[in-house]
């Protein structure tokens, strides 16, 4: 039960009854209309902005069809106070009843509550992590990894049919060099001193049990051959033990893809060339030469004639190259093909969540998806900005070609599948993020994911109390569901209810603006109602405590309400991938 859908499907009956009632002109366009929540809790609990987006088409000024709006919205049901503030917005306020509603709407669905069909079962692909297979992950993936899949499941719950997505970049220049890297590794296992690893190559030690597997394997069968006989072999070979160390980090986060997709396959299955051929057809390829970038010319940038794709014909700034110097194509072709090869497996909605080294490539593949799928698709790239990783107040420096990153692996192994996930979702996806150890292990509300966690251990724990104190009080789900929730009267569980009551709307803008960390912010706010209402009952009001074995239907009715924010929080770390413990340990 969304309440602000339920009331903007009010405020249009109403306006539709003005438009019958000749005052307003019929066939006004109500897509604009909107019911949130007011920006002061002061004025009211809902806000539309009807009487201003209409104002215009109606001919009329905004304060007059406030007016109108606001005396029929005023005997709708529920309804308990109209304001028109300002120049036309209207304030509703509701009765006291018609949240309790929602509560006992809450107990009635569990976890389906908030669910909901906007998605109308639409296809859609989320394709994330997609980290070059040259290493385990670090924890500049993660924070891809966290965003994808909690999107993926923020997703599937508000209705869309998604599929989850691994691009594997196996062909180019970074798997040659892995290839050869494994090979050295592979000459030291059989006793061969390598000294230094050449510049170029992948010097991490990770490589070493990859080297030891080939040698085990094929003993000094590579040793006498040329490059040209071993570098596919051993390229393959190090491909999926790559793959392998990858799948391991993911599951060490409950990470699973439907989907895995190698460029090579695309490539050697001709889709790059049919992909070109298509757009050549259709004339959005030429040979032509680039103006060098601007600012600084580069010392190695020449005026050379280029294939290039007419990207600007698709709102990019540049046209953009698809063949190297050397005539092979470039990564673009090759992620042109993959985009269409997407759309061609039946998906119109497509979502890339990249890091943040890859915010100068957004608009020329937006351009080449609309290109190649004839606007048949919609691309929409996250860019996860940079994780710091803080440790005794300095930061933890990471490289990849060097070997001294720190891991997925470790981080999960220092704080916790759980930890991870949640902190890697508090910040908005291209804001950077610190990530602090000592933040992180605190029990205090500063650490987001304790304080969340422990509002659903503490719900756990007044059952327990109530079972404690109360035995002979009926608390199962039928009387709690039964419980008179006219008793919740004071302000504070009344504001902890329509923080509850904002959980579907929540999760719909959240989907629709592919942003799960409104959940973090949300959960976060709901907890601190939960705490709240218990804190004032233990310190403050020993009248408002959620056990008292003097008042068994208060009791029974407080309890209903820890269950109702039980769920939510629960229903949210589930979309999280996080688990809801019932216990702080």
Known sequence: MNIFAEYRDRV?????????????????????????????????????????????????????LAEHLSEKLGATDGVTEVDVAGPGFINLRLSEDCWRDILRTVLRSGDAFGASDLGAG????VE???????GPLHIGHARGTVFGDALASLLE?????VCREYYINDAGAQVDALGRSVYLRYREALGEAIGEVPEG???GEYLKPVGEALAAQDGEKWLAEDEATWLPVIRQFAIDAMMDLVRSDLELLDVRHD???SERKLVEAGRVDEVLENLDGRGLIYTGVLEPPKGKKPDDWEPRPQTLFRSTDFKDDVDRPLKKSDGSWTYFASDIAYHRDKYQRGFSELIDVWGADHGGYVKRMVAATDAVTEAGARLDVKICQIVRLLEDGEQVRMSKRAGNFVTLRDLVEEVGSGVVRFIMLTR???????????????????????????????????MRMAREAMPELDISDEALLAADLSLLTDDAELHLIKEIAAWP????SAAEAHEPHRLAFYLYDLASAFHALWTKGSREDPTLRMVRDEAPALTTARLALARGMQTVIASGLAIFGVEAVEEMR
């Open 122 to 125: 639409k296809k859609v692909n």
């Open 157 to 161: 719950k508000v209705g869309y049919d």
């Open 12 to 64: 249009i009956e109403a306006l539709q009854a003005l438009s019958g009632e000749g005052v307003l002109p019929s066939g006004l366009d109500f897509a604009r209309v909107s019911v949130e929540p007011p920006r002061e809790a002061a004025h009211g609990d809902l806000a539309t902005n009807a009487a201003m987006v209409l104002a215009k088409q109606a001919g009329m000024k905004p304060r007059d």
């Open 428 to 462: 908005k996806n291209d804001a950077p993020l610190d990530f602090d150890l000592s933040v992180v292990k605190e029990q205090s509300r500063e650490n987001p994911v304790f304080y969340v966690q422990y509002a659903h251990a503490r719900c756990h724990s007044v």
């Open 201 to 203: 190559l992948y010097p």
């Open 505 to 508: 709307r929540t999760l719909e």
């Open 128 to 134: 994330y992590v997609s980290a070059n297979p040259t």
């Open 259 to 261: 989907v895995f997709t």
